[in-house]
């Protein structure tokens, strides 16, 4: 239905007023010379800055602000009879545009709109009612967009809301793009170019570049230089660039940089817009059923500021580009009814514009999934080539829609708003920053003066360009044309001196190197800052486990004092008395502290401890009238430290040895333990008798018992004892039967030879059966006795009856000592400061034989049993050995 009412395409005819495309001869680079100014301080607060840009801002502007910006702009609906007023007001240099047929192709338009306004975001299309029945939806809401302008929005509207802060940004050193998107008729040119009355964006944006510059004068510190070329199709066999300056040519396209583009200096607003309006006279145009004046090309408007070389420092607010573009509107068939060239026209259109689409949504579904690839649908076209760096996110670009509200437009209308509505959310990759982009400019216009002929100093400039590619030299390639251009125009502030040889003068080196410097020191600062930030947060991770240990060591001090006071307390529980050790709760720490009180009695300070509940001993020695020598040990079974013991030198000293030497009740009585010390007469005056066999058993029951109640180290201490003595007891006992009074020595672990200990054992083993001693030891001993001076009160029933009151050794030893100190026989000498063992109170009164088997006993010492043919006999030879010896030495 639609292709029926559709005019027949009229015959267009594109008029291009240029002159004749022809060569352009190549240009020469010469050495700019520039002025030199004060270099700008560095910028020490901005790199050390403890808040980032990020924080500074909040973060929904920031996050808009790293998004493309995406507006609307509703075309007023324009009835047909203001179509020819409209045309005439529009177009600033009227073009030999078929008016009168587009005129005629003006369709009569539908009043009605079908978008609607809803806020400055969002806007509301409706069906037709004539197409309401093919749809399924009545109505579609759009939202998001960084303004709506209505069709009441006027140019300047547009520009503050729009293109201002572009414009603002790009005299802040940053480079932005600006590309007007729409159906044909909805208003691109218009809003890009304006007329003379109501001038587009472009012309604006220059008044204000050059307003803004006036001012603060500096002109002296800024350039700007424009170009504008055009990508068109010429019979739609292939693409073309047209520079649209005067003396513009055909241009070519390397990767992404145009070669022999003008770039012409702009220095006023006027030379501008000049150019502008030349350009726009050059611009391929063509009347088609939806315009009268469409514009056939994608037309490319590039205002450049090449910064100026200030004592070789650039300024950082300079140096970006701003790119506005007015595409060819997107055509249908149906509506344009082109035909031949128009319709090859709008394939290329429509096929340009679909690559451009296909890009950003390639890049916004990239953004969304980084796993899929960015495509490389740029490569389709030469619009999306030049583009490449705003189509890949790393330059900043918004885009400006144009649609239509008429209901005849609504499928044009709803194709834009469903095609790049979803553009909003795609977000800057990375963004050039401003004093890269700064220096960038610098080192293509210092590329640029060095193209003619390469030097060292120019190679020495390439190889310190920053992400230096493909792209970067072509960019030269595209400066050098540009200002190669610039140079023809007298207006121009740096003009180069094509004529002059090309050389480089030391100074450019020593600005080089400066600029290098101070890049070099800029980026030293930031990662300088990066690592400080760094350290800061490991120091305040460090800082926090501090003061957990420190909370914890607090914690565990608390308990420690806590645990002191109950040991305090417990130490508290434990009450002594003279003579005696109470234990209470059945603890007492073996390590005991002996103190000698004032009535001779040794009282042992015991340290109690844990893990020793088993432990009842009770020592007691008691001295009395320092004449005589009482020692009572009392211990229990479960006594596993006495070795610890020891005795200050006033008094008693047991030392460990000493004690292994006292009798034991364990080992050599029957006597319950926790019991005083019963001295069994019964037993002792049991008969003993020396056997062999019996010693041999009561020595294996002995060690036996010692195997299972001593420790290795006492065994082994005792072992060392006995193998000096081999098995003496010394029993002193006191003519008052006063079981405290008596003195025991006995050697538990060693072979028992006579005396009551010795008896208990005997009984204990034999049941009672009667020792007697055998003849040769009988004989053995009269021998002696008849060669000892000194033994007269000693007689060989004495010697021989074990079951004696007195015994014999202990006897002997009285005497001995009343001998050599002159002591009464029945006394015990007078207390020694330490507790010799029964086997030193023989040895210091005996002289042994050197070859005596005690030193073969070294050898095993250390060992639990000896040899069972030594044991067997050496106890009662040792004894004679040594009585022998006693003689001898007496
Ligand atoms: N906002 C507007 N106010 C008044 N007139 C407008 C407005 N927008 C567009 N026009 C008029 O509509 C007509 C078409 O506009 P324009 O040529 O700018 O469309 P276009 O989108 O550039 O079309 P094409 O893509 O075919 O070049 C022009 O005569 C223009 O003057």
């Known amino acids: 239905m639609e292709m029926n009412n559709t005019p027949p395409c009229p015959n267009t005819a594109t008029i291009r007023r240029n002159p004749p495309r022809r060569a352009r001869a190549t240009p020469l680079a010469t050495p700019q010379t520039f002025n030199l100014c004060e270099i700008p301080p560095f910028p020490n607060d901005d790199v050390l800055a403890e808040d980032t840009p990020q924080t500074l801002t909040s973060l929904p502007e920031a996050e808009a602000d790293h998004k493309i910006k995406v507006f609307l702009r509703i075309r007023p609906i324009i009835s047909p009879s203001q179509a020819p007023k409209a045309k005439a007001k529009s177009v600033w240099p009227q073009t030999k545009k078929n008016i009168t047929g587009g005129a005629k192709a003006l369709k009569k338009k539908s009043s009605n709109s079908c978008l609607t306004v809803n806020d400055s975001h969002s806007v509301t299309l409706s069906t037709p009612l004539d197409l309401q029945e093919s749809k399924r939806t009545k109505s579609e809401t759009y939202g998001g967009f960084s303004h709506v302008f209505n069709s009441d929005s006027s140019q300047v509207e547009v520009y503050e809301k729009m293109v201002k802060p572009i414009v603002e940004n790009f ?183 679909m690559v451009f689409g296909l890009c950003l949504r390639s890049l916004l579904e990239h953004q969304k999934n980084p796993k899929k690839p960015l495509q490389k649908h740029f490569q389709n076209s030469l619009l999306t080539r030049y583009l490449r760096e705003y189509l890949e996110g790393k330059k900043r670009m918004s885009l400006i829609l144009t649609a239509k509200s008429a209901d005849d437009d609504y499928l044009d209308t709803s194709y834009l708003l469903r095609q790049a509505s979803p553009y909003m959310q795609i977000k800057y990759n990375e963004v050039e920053p ?132 109950e040991f305090s307390e417990f130490k508290a529980c434990c009450t002594w008395s003279e003579g005696e050790v109470k234990v209470k709760d059945g603890v007492v720490d073996p390590a005991l502290n002996m103190t000698n009180s004032d009535d001779n009695t040794l009282k042992f300070e015991p340290a109690v401890t844990a893990g020793h509940s088993d432990v009842a001993n009770a020592f007691e020695l008691h001295r009395e009238n320092s ?132 008896t208990q054992l005997d009984s204990g083993k034999s049941n009672g059966e009667v020792l007697t001693p055998t003849k040769s030891e009988v004989e053995t001993v009269n021998k002696i006795l008849s060669e000892l001076p000194v033994s007269s009160s000693i007689t060989k029933n004495e010697i021989l009856d074990p079951s004696s009151t007195k015994d014999v050794y202990s006897t002997k030893t009285c005497d001995v000592v009343g001998d050599s100190g002159g002591v009464s026989s029945c006394k015990p000498p007078k207390p020694k400061r330490t507790l010799m063992p029964s086997s030193s109170l023989l040895s210091r009164d005996f002289t042994f034989d050197p070859v005596d088997e005690t030193e073969k006993l070294k050898g095993n010492k250390g060992t639990r049993k000896l040899p069972a043919d030594y044991m067997k006999s050496k106890g009662s030879i040792t004894l004679l050995h040594m009585l022998k010896g006693k003689s001898n030495f007496a």
């Open 434 to 565: 401003t004093n890269m982009i700064s220096k960038k400019r610098h080192y293509q216009a210092s590329s640029a003066m060095d193209f003619a002929k390469p030097t060292p100093a120019s190679e020495h400039l390439k190889r310190m360009r920053f992400g230096s590619g493909e792209h970067t030299v072509q960019n030269d390639e595209k400066s050098v044309a540009e200002v190669n251009t610039s140079k023809k125009d007298a207006s121009a502030e740096c003009k180069l001196d094509t004529s002059s040889s090309v050389s480089f003068k030391p100074e450019c080196d020593s600005q080089t190197q400066s600029e290098r410097s101070h890049i070099i020191m800029r980026n030293f600062a930031k990662a300088l800052w990066s690592v400080l930030k760094q350290s800061n947060s490991k120091l305040k991770a460090a800082e926090m486990e501090i003061q957990s240990l420190k909370e914890s060591i607090r914690y565990e001090k608390e308990k420690y004092l806590v645990l002191k006071k």
């Open 171 to 353: 005299l802040d050193g940053k480079s932005e793009m600006l590309a007007a998107l729409g159906p044909s008729g909805s208003g691109k040119t218009h809003t890009v170019f304006g007329s003379p009355r109501d001038p587009g964006m472009v012309s604006l944006a220059l008044r204000h570049i050059f307003k803004g510059t006036q001012p603060h004068g500096s002109k002296a510190s800024r350039s700007f230089h424009m170009s504008v070329f055009e990508i068109y199709t010429e019979r739609g066999k292939s693409e073309k660039l047209l520079d649209l300056l005067r003396d513009g040519g055909e241009l070519s396209m390397q990767q992404s940089s145009v070669k022999g583009l003008q770039q012409v200096v702009i220095s006023n607003i006027e030379e501008a817009e000049s150019l502008i309006s030349q350009s726009v006279l050059k611009r391929a145009t063509a009347m088609t059923n939806t315009n009268s004046q469409s514009s056939r090309s994608q037309c490319i408007i590039n205002i450049r500021h090449i910064p100026k070389k200030c004592n070789g420092v650039v300024n950082p607010k300079s140096g970006a580009v701003l790119t506005i573009i007015d595409l060819a509107g997107a055509e249908r068939e149906k509506r344009t009814g082109n035909q031949g060239t128009r319709l090859l026209e709008s394939n290329f259109i429509n096929n340009t514009l």
């Open 627 to 758: 004449s005589i020598e009482n020692c009572q040990i009392i211990e229990s079974k479960d006594d596993q430290t006495n070795d610890d013991l020891t005795c200050d030198e006033a008094g008693f000293i047991p030392s460990p040895p000493q004690l292994l030497g006292i009798t034991r009740r364990d080992s050599c009585s029957s006597v319950e333990q926790d019991k005083e010390p019963d001295w069994d007469p019964e037993a002792s005056s049991k008969p003993s008798r020396l056997d062999q066999s019996d010693e041999e058993a009561t020595l294996d029951n002995s060690f036996a018992q010692l195997d299972s109640e001593k420790s290795d180290r006492k065994l082994q201490a005792s072992a060392s004892k006995s193998a000096h003595h081999n098995a003496l007891e010394v029993e002193v006992v006191n003519e008052i039967p006063n079981e405290s009074s008596k003195l025991r020595i006995n050697q538990p672990d060693e072979e028992p030879i006579h005396g009551a200990s010795c």
